[in-house]
């Protein structure tokens, strides 16, 4: 499109100029297409069930009675899938050689840290049919003193994760005057570091997939991060080709893999021939 | 169970289960999925449409509860030679856009605000936007633009 621009306008003719975007008609007029609106022939769907506490343990869960309502495929819990990931999901951004990250499973097992941990998942032949299993997952939760305030949690008297001893996950020296280092470094203070970390796009799960009888999957969504993070449970980078119709809130993106992405691929392994879509973001939009 | 409603003047009459949702009614029984579900708990406003001419979720609403109702959604509101609504319009010329996954919503729930305050205060904009989110443009481009096509005299009330 630049050379284009630059046909039409020369390129003393943009730069410095104002340019009105080619892509708005379409997503103005509801005729972009989104990740959530493509129709995958026989694509299963996928819906999360997901923490309603910011800490608890996990005493429970009985999908017993999900498993039995229609166009139910499988439902699957934390414990059914212990064995089965090759490794906790990791951190983009290992900030300090020496950051401590908590071991965080696509699925929680026994305990669950923030407001929207997923605790299990319904695959089914629809994505009414998903959500309506999911609302029948039975989970028992013991509640635990949480960490919401971030001065409140430096101080370690409540801790975030059962298993870390602080809730620091690493250390950066301050310097003298962060407000100087800011203006002329563009680094930002410790409150707006710790907004930055809590990014989130409006629709994070925005994800399809669809294999093909190669063995290969075409990973419609989310792109570099996931598809590098992708690899321990399935298999290597390159089987995966990703493709970019719209995404939500490409503004500003996590850099962990998000736990849906994980159990996708479990639904992969859940002998969907053409692929599957997630549904449900409760919990995940942060305001 | 059988429900008809008027969307975007036409009429439609569509076999839904009790429990389907005004926006799976739209999206997936009529494929028009310029109305987009963000946060399914009615926080986003992305789903936002018109409904007898007033701003509703239709992630909040059952398919049921909109029988024999008019709905215009974002593919209903540009003129039928593909011209932009003068809101539409202000978004693009104000960049009041970017990843563009809220803007429907954004232009519906303004459809509905201009109706009821035609010429607004910024303030009142930013009051009347307060559900609907955006996670690209930080409002300020959202607000101009629905300022500018307050102000512009192209606004049919």
Not at chain 2, 14 to 31: F, G, K, M, S, Y
Request: with cysteine.
């Amino acid at each position: 499109m630049s050379a284009t621009v630059l046909e039409e306008h020369g390129a003393a003719g943009v730069v410095g100029t104002r340019m009105l975007r080619r892509e708005d008609p379409a997503l103005l007029s509801g005729e972009a297409r989104f990740v959530h609106d493509l129709v995958v022939p026989g694509a299963l769907h996928m819906a999360v069930v997901r923490s309603p506490y910011a800490h608890a343990r996990v005493m429970s869960v009985d999908v017993s009675a999900a498993l039995g309502m229609p166009g139910v495929v499988a439902a699957l819990t934390g414990a059914d899938l212990a064995g089965e990931w090759a490794s906790p999901m990791p951190c983009a951004w290992p900030v300090t050689a020496d950051m401590q990250s908590p071991k965080h499973l696509p699925l929680a097992l026994d305990e669950v840290c923030y407001v929207g941990d997923a605790v299990a998942v319904v695959l089914a032949r629809s994505g009414a049919e998903a959500q309506d299993a999911a609302a029948a997952v039975a989970v028992d939760y013991e509640e635990l003193p949480a960490a919401v305030d971030l001065e409140e949690a430096a101080r370690d008297d409540v801790l975030a994760h059962l298993d870390a001893p602080s809730n620091r996950a690493y250390t950066w020296e301050l310097v003298p005057d962060p407000e100087a280092v800011r203006r002329s470094a563009g680094q930002r203070p410790r409150e707006q570091e710790a907004q930055a970390g809590a990014e989130a796009a409006l629709r994070p799960d925005a994800r399809a997939q669809v294999g093909h009888r190669d063995g290969r999957v075409r990973h419609i969504g989310w792109a570099v991060l996931q598809q590098l993070q992708r690899g321990p449970r399935c298999g290597p980078v390159h089987t995966c080709r990703h493709l970019h119709p719209g995404l939500p809130g490409q503004a500003g993106g996590p850099d962990r893999r998000l736990p849906e992405a994980a159990e996708a691929d479990q639904g992969e392994q859940e002998g969907s021939p053409h692929g599957q879509v997630i549904h449900d973001t409760r919990g995940t939009l942060h305001g | 169970m059988q429900v008809t409603l008027t969307v975007n003047g036409r009429r439609a009459s569509i076999d839904v289960a009790p429990n389907t949702l005004l926006v799976q009614a739209l999206r997936e029984h009529l494929r028009l999925t310029g109305t987009h579900v963000g946060c399914d708990t009615a926080q986003c406003g992305a789903c936002t449409v018109l409904m007898n001419g007033d701003a509703v979720k239709s992630c909040n609403l059952l398919a049921a509860q909109a029988e024999g109702a008019e709905i215009t959604t974002i593919e209903g509101l540009a003129a039928a030679d593909g011209t932009l609504h003068p809101m539409q319009a202000a978004f693009k010329e104000c960049h009041g856009l970017q990843c563009g996954f809220c803007t429907p919503g954004m232009v519906m729930a303004v459809a509905s605000l201009l109706k009821e305050h035609p010429n607004p205060s910024e303030a009142e904009v930013r009051e009347g936007l307060e559900g609907n989110l955006c996670r690209c443009t930080g409002y300020h481009n959202i607000v101009q633009a629905v300022l500018a096509a307050a102000h512009s005299g192209e606004l049919v009330p």
